[in-house]
């Protein structure tokens, strides 16, 4: 944990900014103003460094010393830079340490390992196991590139053979893919090309240098054989690709009829003996094209979760870090970026060590004896906390999200719920065992490969002791398989120090629960691995284990564990498990129905004290629906009665629309649960649709581009689950079945009852969902921590899970809003408006629809937070406990650090004040409900400039205008 007092700069509030090829350096810059006056300290930047062309996200790298040329140059950045600064704004980035995008043609380290294999000085940069147990795979690396099986993709003539006129090498190519040939191995190249270049009719003297280009690579390929010096050997093979490009300029034609002359070694479809020598050729390279199917059982290089298109990076060697920070340090160092986002930091192999090198690295960079500002992307279990001892300076937040969310979820409701999910959809409700066979699934299938190789590690172990010697291969992967199955965290953080606490009450968990199952007859193979996970194993002069070898299984289990439970649970559970979709969030437990305010309170009141700059958000480019969708759902738990009836009625509305695909009814019911749910979580408040139906063009339109929406939402749903299709089998007969039950049941050009009944429903949820929403962002703006605002998120987010969530934001709509709140409720100190702008602010409820009111909330709090950062970042959190009927529909607290105080009352579970289509929970609603302080006084309304004063705080008046309060003492 990196002290407060020990932190260069600290973020008063971020603004997270989704860079690409449509928005570059020069947009941002362009939106600095706008982010200044709203409040914002630090823009939150995407990874920006070199990317694959094309690139939405960032997260694909294929040059950590480059910008993206496709969002800006050096310029660009120090133009963005310079706009922040002169609005005393600043930066951080989020890099991505883990992994790089390796595919096509434009990673320069990758191909260079494909081309010089173990010889190339960037083979220990990627997590590559050249000793694998298939013999055929030894020394090289698998590509599962092709889109087919190799054989067949040979014979159709897919992959050519090419010349690279610039650097004198060749390639073979698959379509946009490029593998460089091994120099070492261009002899059987030069045989096939001279004699049809000696035929060419070119000039003896360009002949001649084409041969002894020739000669010097088979002499190259003969000082291969003899084991001369590494080094030496690649030299002069790179001296002889130069020399290669110089003849091919000097000799006019001669490049042309060397590629002519590549055409012998192509191949012609419908001969498959014409093949032959590409074959050979191909074989005799240091990597092995193979079928993507093939990766999930074969791959030899650790890859980001699943994608074979990312590849790990060992950033625990020291060059390796070095060479993959330059950049981002050389930023640091000239003031571009303030502090770092680590992606994935649960990918690493040592994420301590890690860390401590990389606080070490920027207090180089920067000249400063402080910390720089560090945040984890880390998932953390429901009984986890962040590790202390890192240095950073927490997590970018899901757990806070996940946090404040529960807190709009009635927990009176989960009985009914979970028998209304039990009963309409006939799923099971135990999520702990959904989990599980998500894990499981996932390690039979996407990770099969990643699961063998730690097995096999664990067999030749297991061999070096007489009473382990008898578990066989398979044994071992089936025991091990089902202690990751059960494993309750995402991974354990052990290294060469003794394990902690923490890391052997998971491993003993998951070992225990491991051993329940039945089909292990000989449960002394848990012990083993329990022996081994922990590093029990071989810690005694007299074990046989090697302490080594044990030590880097177990790390090596850790960088397992991790991308099992991330895809078992975040991208295969969160789709099956529909009984309640807002609890199914990235960090969230779906199974823990809501949190209690006590809870919250404790957790809160431990962020201040522990990682009072671990960062605040409701949103994210990751999180599975906009914040206010969650809202939205939240709200069904207050309406559980109506909700179950409704739903009943809509499945029998629906069911006649439904196509049969292969004798069953498509979509099937719980696909059909989790569509009902994000209907009234994500209907656009513009969307009106008559009862008797319309031909209006403009809702015609807007239903269009909601049910697109909606269709990409929901097959992206049902190849996550995997029961019906999936992302590597997808069953086009029932998507496309989904597909036209979702236009058949969104039908507007005529009477729809389904509809007719949704709506006004919908609309009430929707308003009582607004409630939420506000008090949600209030909570996010004053807790302990670093709020986040995610693009667009100061107006209503209905988004869906990404690519629904990157959509393009209408920053100009928003900044003419932000105008207006500022003329109607002024420019100055947030806390200090003028008096009397509470009628305005009810105004903005009777508009609620456009966001107004959001905007309104969001301003105030983030210039409130700039005026007092020292209250934000070093307050205390006191709990306040309030008084009368309806204390249990509100959570209040107070901020305090040296003579500054800040109350705030946020309302929950609010459906039963607001009875009417017009209603808000305002005002007298509220009874004699209170707040009562610890000490009384006189406050301003943060967001109105309204007075209050006593030491008991009426609901009545605290919410006479907005249905939310943050109050800022004036004594």
């Given amino acids: 944990m990196t002290s407060p007092a020990a932190m260069r700069i600290v973020p008063d509030a971020t603004y997270r900014l989704q860079f690409n090829k449509d928005f570059t350096f020069a947009d941002a810059t362009a939106l600095v103003p706008y982010l200044a006056r709203l409040g914002i300290s630090h823009v939150y930047a995407s990874p920006f460094l070199k990317a694959r062309p094309g690139s939405t996200h960032g997260y694909d790298i294929i040059d950590h010393n480059a910008l993206n040329p496709e969002v800006g140059d050096e310029a660009a950045l120090a133009r963005l830079s310079a706009a922040l600064k002169e609005k005393g704004m600043g930066q951080i980035l989020d890099f991505v340490p883990n992994h790089m995008g390796i595919a096509e043609a434009e990673n320069p380290w990758w191909l260079d390992v494909l081309e010089y294999g173990q010889g190339s000085p960037y083979a220990e940069y990627f997590d590559i196991d050249f000793n694998p147990a ?122 042309e009829a060397v590629e002519e002359a590549l055409a012998a070694l192509h191949g012609t479809p419908g001969t498959p003996a014409s093949f032959l020598p590409l074959h050979r050729l191909l074989e005799a390279q240091n990597f092995r094209l193979a079928f993507w199917r093939v990766a999930s059982d074969e791959i030899n290089y650790r890859r980001f979760f699943q994608i074979n298109d990312l590849a790990g990076l060992r950033v625990e060697v020291p060059v390796v870090f070095e060479a993959s920070h330059r950049l981002v340090m050389r930023m640091l160092a000239e003031g571009h970026i303030d502090g770092l986002r680590i992606d994935h930091v649960d990918g690493l192999f040592d994420p301590k060590a890690y860390l401590d090198r990389l606080a070490t690295a920027c207090r180089a960079a920067t000249g400063s004896d402080t910390d720089t500002y560090v945040l984890v992307e880390k998932i953390l ?51 702990e065992n959904i989990v599980r066979a998500g894990k499981r699934q996932v390690m039979q299938q996407e990770l099969a490969s990643e699961v063998q190789v730690l097995a096999n590690g664990l067999s030749r172990l297991s061999e070096r002791n007489w009473r382990t010697r008898d578990y066989t291969q398979r044994d071992i992967r089936l025991a091990l398989s089902e202690v990751i199955a059960c494993f309750p965290v995402y991974r354990t953080y052990i290294d060469r120090r003794r394990p902690a606490s923490e890391d052997l009450r998971d491993i003993d968990w998951a070992v225990a629960q491991a051993r329940k199952n039945p089909q292990f007859h000989d449960e002394s193979i848990f012990d083993f691995l329990d022996a081994v996970l922990s590093t029990d194993a071989g810690r005694r002069s007299d074990d046989p284990f090697p302490r080594e070898e044990v030590r880097r299984l177990a790390r090596r289990a850790q960088q397992v564990t991790s991308p099992v439970m991330a895809k078992g649970l975040e991208d295969t559970a969160f789709y099956r498990y529909n009984r309640f979709a807002s609890l199914n969030e990235v960090g969230g437990h779906p199974d823990v129905f809501g949190t209690t305010v006590g809870s919250f309170h404790h957790r809160m009141a431990d962020r201040a004290r522990l990682w009072p700059h671990s ?88 239903m269009a581009t909601f ?83 995610y693009q667009g998120c100061e107006l209503w987010e209905l988004s869906l899970v990404d690519p629904d969530n990157r959509r393009p934001v209408d920053f100009a709509a928003r900044d003419g809003l932000l105008a207006e709140m500022e003329r109607t409720f002024g420019t100055g100190d947030a806390g200090r408006g003028e008096a009397g702008r509470g009628e305005a602010a009810r105004a903005l409820l009777d508009r609620w629809t456009d966001g107004g009111v959001k905007m309104l909330l ?114």
């Avoid at 090309?193 to 280009?213: F, K, M, Q, S, T």
């Avoid at 001369?228 to 001296?239: D, I, K, L, M, V």
């Avoid at 019911?669 to 009234?680: I, K, M, P, R, S």
Wanted: hydrophobic share 40%; proline share 6%; net charge neutral.
């Fill in 381 to 431: 279990g429901h009984h986890e906390r962040l590790r202390t001892e890192w240095r950073v300076a927490g997590t970018t937040g899901y757990e806070a999200l996940n946090e404040i969310n529960g807190l709009f979820v009635d927990p009176a409701a989960e009985r009914r719920l979970t028998r209304t999910y039990a009963r309409l959809t006939g799923e099971s409700i135990d999520f």
């Fill in 134 to 255: 298939k013999v055929e795979l030894r020394g090289k690396v698998l590509l599962p590139v092709l889109g087919d099986q190799y054989g067949k993709v040979l014979e159709d003539g897919h992959l050519v053979p090419k010349l690279d006129r610039e650097s004198g090498g060749f390639s073979v190519w698959y379509w946009e893919h490029r593998f460089p040939l091994t120099p070492y191995r261009y002899g059987p190249v030069f045989t096939a090309i001279l004699p049809a270049v000696r035929r060419a009719g070119l000039p003896e003297a360009a002949v001649a240098a084409l041969e002894a280009v020739a000669t010097g690579f088979r002499e190259v390929r003969a000082a291969a054989r003899s084991g001369r010096a590494r080094g030496a050997r690649r030299g002069r093979a790179e001296t002889l690709k130069r020399r290669f490009a110089e003849v091919l300029a000097e000799h006019p034609g001669l490049a």
């Fill in 615 to 702: 960062m605040l958000t409701t949103a994210t480019h990751d999180t599975k629906r906009g914040e206010d969708v969650r809202a939205r759902i939240n709200v069904l738990s207050e309406y559980a009665e109506d909700w179950t009836g409704r739903v009943r009625r809509w499945m029998q509305l629906n069911r006649r629309r439904k196509p049969e695909v292969e004798g069953e009814p498509v979509p099937s019911a719980n696909d059909e649960y989790l569509f009902y749910q994000t209907l009234v979580g994500a209907w656009p408040p513009e969307l009106a649709v008559p009862d008797e139906g319309t031909e209006d063009p403009a809702t015609v339109d807007a």
């Fill in 707 to 789: 049910r697109d929406r909606l269709t990409g939402y929901m097959l992206k749903a049902v190849r996550e689950a995997k029961v019906h299709s999936a992302w590597t089998r997808q069953n086009e007969a029932y998507e496309q079945g989904m597909a036209r039950w979702i236009e058949r049941v969104l039908e507007i050009r005529h009477r729809n009852p389904f509809l007719a009944d949704l709506q006004p429903f919908q609309a009430r949820c929707a308003r009582v969902g607004a409630v939420n929403g506000l008090a949600q962002a209030a909570l996010k703006f004053t807790c302990p921590g670093v709020p986040d605002t």
């Fill in 858 to 971: 969001t301003w105030r709090l983030l210039t409130l937070r700039r005026r007092l950062p020292a209250l934000f970042r070093h307050g205390d959190y006191r709990a306040l406990e309030p008084t009368g009927a309806e204390a249990g529909r509100l959570i209040a607290f107070e901020r305090r650090h040296e003579g500054q105080r800040l109350v705030v009352a946020c309302p929950r579970l609010v459906a039963p004040l607001m009875p009417g289509d017009g209603d808000w929970s305002l005002g007298e609603v509220w009874g004699e409900t209170a707040v009562p302080l610890e000490t009384g006084g006189r406050f301003r309304h943060v967001l109105t400039g309204e007075t209050v004063e006593g030491e008991a705080l009426r609901a009545a008046d605290l919410f006479a205008h907005l249905p939310v309060a943050v109050l800022l003492a004036e004594d």
